[in-house]
């Protein structure tokens, strides 16, 4: 029997699954919580108490595919390396809008018939990488017009990584129809990820030769597709969101529904995308990320800073927030740390420290701060504070350290909550329970009022998300307003405003993935007015999709009139072709990209290859306002089952 192995690395736990590859079957699943100061032990816990478990031959595991939430949750809580920004042939007075620490912009460059601007300007370029060298982790490199013409992209590219060493993303890399500086956005927040993405693939390859199974790795794209582990590393940025398209897609897999909105509820995040006929919507520009477009080829997937490990906060009107910020929950915090509830109640708090990444990497001042953490234990920046006297400027040290993702804080969250309702058991009850009573402190709420409360925020919460993806997805983007707020409100809760009557109601159900969905779910029934799913295996459907998944690769050749008549593109391999025809044009690019794809594919270890082409006319008005053909899209893919 061939096996598949499907992994999940999510935020707060690792998943994995088996699946017989004849009729992808799940067959047995496991959850062990994701240990983030060593994600191999998490990845051998999950899969190795599955294999002994069901007593599953490592030897019959011909396929290990994998996800990760690591790189979204990096972006949703801040984290991440510094990047410098190299801009090839432009210039611009937003850089700083752009992400990056530093920047700078050397001459080179394409215009937009693939023309050469000017040459590379190599020593302003080793200038430029030379000051900014010990100052970020990884660098960006993004030439103007570079989806047509990436030469300058990967010499700057191959520069900077025999100077430095470091890892570069070129902006070619990340496709779609992009301005310059949207793609040199995009390249730095993937290049800010490459630290993350290479700590995850080394401690898979350790897992896999720990547990003896010598399946080959895939990792999944944020499109939906796989890819071999070790073009992964080369190109990472890719890799962003591959956490949410799994999901989206093991959901249709296991609701066995082809028309359907799936929302997966993690740890940290919320992901939702919409499926036609058993195809996800796929997005031009990146998925969204917090408010952000991410512009990364991928799933058209809505992410929300909204999970079980969402802290929960009261504000100054005696409210309460659920959010953004991610927390270790004092569940987990109570098993590293028994004495946790008394120390909750002496400390009159619930943020405490714990080391997570150890401090390879750091500077001398953080490491200090970093090792005083791991020596006290569970403790609080006071604590740090008091242990450290000669050093200023602890508390900040201590944030910056949380923002990176080397301390975790822990906090109440909805995870907690769902331990003192009963819904699930979690970690330590008593460390739960001594975090909703301190935070109760100074109110007349009572524990079982206060827990009814944060259900309904949270599931009130997830509804308007839902509304507004589904709002934003037909109309565009909705403006930051409190009117609009108040609106999307009375759209899913508050159904009445004087004499309006409002509803919503969706055309497809609604599938529920991840740990609270069983928990929340069934209560968006009437509010969205839809039929609502969780299926079987729903709290693994992250590893599901990973390991059912298929490989997939594609390539547009842009087809461009050119003034004289002639019609041109630039192939695969970098040169430019001119036809009489644009006929001719287009069947040439459809016969080069289809045999370029195929090819790649193949090499990817896909087989039964399929391929299809598509065109798109990209319009342009001129000065009259006529609307005229600027270029035509011609995109071919190819598919194949991975072997």
């Known amino acids: 029997m061939e096996l598949g192995l499907g992994i999940d690395v999510g935020s707060t736990f690792t998943?994995?699954?088996?699946?017989?590859l004849r009729d992808r079957r799940l067959m047995a699943w496991n959850k062990a919580s994701t240990t983030h100061h060593d994600l191999a032990g998490g990845i051998v816990g999950s899969v190795g108490d599955l294999l002994r478990e069901h007593r599953f031959d490592p030897g019959n595991v011909v396929l290990v595919s994998m996800c990760t939430t690591l790189a979204t949750d990096?972006?949703?809580?801040?984290?991440?390396?510094?990047?410098?920004?190299?801009?090839?042939?432009?210039?611009?007075?937003?850089?700083?809008?752009?992400?990056?620490?530093?920047?700078?912009?050397?001459?080179?460059?394409?215009?937009?018939?693939?023309?050469?601007?000017?040459?590379?300007?190599?020593?302003?370029?080793?200038?430029?990488?030379?000051?900014?060298?010990?100052?970020?982790?990884?660098?960006?490199?993004?030439?103007?017009?570079?989806?047509?013409?990436?030469?300058h992209e990967e010499m700057a590219r191959q520069v900077v990584h025999e100077m430095t060493g470091m890892p570069v993303v070129a902006a070619n890399e990340l496709g779609g129809d992009m301005g310059v500086e949207e793609r040199s956005a995009a390249a730095v927040l993937n290049a800010r990820l490459l630290p993350i993405m290479d700590e995850l693939l080394d401690s898979a390859d350790e897992s896999m030769r720990e547990l003896r199974i010598g399946g080959r790795l895939f990792v999944l794209r944020g499109d939906g597709s796989l890819m071999p582990a070790g073009e992964a590393r080369v190109r990472p940025a890719v890799t962003l969101l591959s956490g949410p398209a799994a999901s989206l897609l093991g959901g249709t897999r296991l609701a066995g529904l082809d028309n359907c909105l799936v929302v997966d509820m993690g740890g940290t995040s919320t992901d939702m995308a919409c499926f036609d006929q058993g195809f996800p919507r796929l997005?031009?520009?990146?998925?969204?990320?917090?408010?952000?477009?991410?512009?990364?080829?991928?799933?058209?997937?809505?992410?929300?800073?909204?999970?079980?490990?969402?802290?929960?906060?009261?504000?100054?009107?005696?409210?309460?927030?659920?959010?953004?910020?991610?927390?270790?929950?004092?569940?987990?915090?109570?098993?590293?740390?028994?004495?946790?509830?008394?120390?909750?109640?002496?400390?009159?708090?619930?943020?405490?420290?714990?080391?997570s990444r150890g401090p390879r990497g750091l500077a001398e001042g953080p490491a200090r701060v970093y090792r005083k953490v791991e020596e006290l234990g569970l403790c609080d920046s006071e604590e740090v504070r008091e242990a450290l006297p000669d050093m200023y400027l602890v508390k900040r040290t201590v944030a910056d350290l949380v923002r990176s993702g080397h301390l975790l804080r822990t906090g109440l969250t909805p995870t907690d909550i769902f331990n003192l309702e009963g819904l699930h058991s979690v970690g330590d009850l008593q460390s739960s329970r001594a975090g909703a009573e301190h935070f109760l402190e100074g109110t007349v709420m009572t524990l079982e009022s206060c827990c009814g409360r944060v259900m309904h925020r949270l599931v009130g919460r997830l509804a308007e998300e839902i509304a507004r993806k589904l709002i934003t997805d037909e109309a565009g983007d909705l403006p930051a307003d409190s009117a609009v707020d108040g609106l999307v409100r009375m759209l899913v809760r508050d159904r009445s405003a004087g004499p309006l009557r409002l509803g919503l109601r969706l055309d497809r159900p609604l599938v529920g993935l991840g740990g609270p969905?069983?928990?929340?779910?069934?209560?968006?029934?009437?509010?969205?007015?839809?039929?609502?799913?969780?299926?079987?295996?729903?709290?693994?459907?992250?590893?599901?999709?990973?390991?059912?998944?298929?490989?997939?690769?594609?390539?547009?050749?842009?087809?461009?009139?050119?003034?004289?008549?002639?019609?041109?593109?630039?192939?695969?391999?970098?040169?430019?072709?001119?036809?009489?025809?644009?006929?001719?044009?287009?069947?040439?690019?459809?016969?080069?990209?289809?045999?370029?794809?195929?090819?790649?594919?193949?090499?990817?270890?896909?087989?039964?290859?399929?391929?299809?082409?598509?065109?798109?006319?990209?319009?342009?008005?001129?000065?009259?306002?006529?609307?005229?053909?600027?270029?035509?899209?011609?995109t071919a893919r190819a598919t194949g089952e991975p072997r």
């Not at 998943?15 to 017989?20: E, K, R, S």
């Not at 295996?537 to 004289?564: F, K, W, Y």
């Open 517 to 634: 969905a069983k928990v929340l779910m069934s209560s968006l029934r009437d509010m969205l007015g839809t039929e609502v799913v969780v299926p079987e295996g729903s709290q693994v459907g992250n590893a599901m999709g990973a390991v059912c998944s298929r490989i997939s690769e594609t390539m547009t050749l842009r087809v461009q009139p050119m003034s004289d008549g002639y019609f041109q593109f630039v192939t695969p391999f970098g040169d430019t072709r001119e036809y009489h025809s644009v006929d001719e044009a287009i069947a040439q690019a459809r016969e080069l990209a289809g045999l370029h794809v195929q090819r790649r594919a193949e090499h990817s270890g896909a087989r039964d290859v399929v391929l299809r082409t598509d065109l798109r006319e990209v319009l342009l008005k001129d000065r009259e306002g006529m609307e005229r053909v600027d270029w035509i899209e011609v």
């Open 74 to 151: 990096s972006i949703l809580e801040s984290r991440g390396c510094g990047v410098g920004l190299i801009g090839i042939g432009w210039d611009t007075e937003r850089a700083g809008s752009l992400g990056a620490e530093r920047w700078a912009f050397v001459r080179g460059g394409h215009d937009s018939k693939g023309q050469e601007l000017a040459a590379l300007d190599v020593p302003a370029l080793r200038e430029a990488v030379s000051s900014m060298a010990g100052e970020v982790g990884a660098f960006a490199v993004s030439s103007v017009f570079s989806a047509s013409r990436p030469e």
């Open 283 to 355: 997005s031009r520009e990146g998925a969204v990320v917090a408010g952000q477009r991410t512009r990364v080829r991928s799933i058209e997937t809505t992410t929300v800073a909204l999970g079980g490990d969402s802290e929960i906060i009261s504000d100054m009107q005696g409210g309460m927030r659920i959010g953004p910020s991610r927390v270790m929950p004092l569940a987990l915090a109570g098993q590293m740390a028994k004495d946790l509830p008394r120390r909750i109640m002496d400390r009159r708090r619930t943020d405490f420290l714990i080391a």
């Open 15 to 20: 998943d994995a699954v088996i699946v017989d």
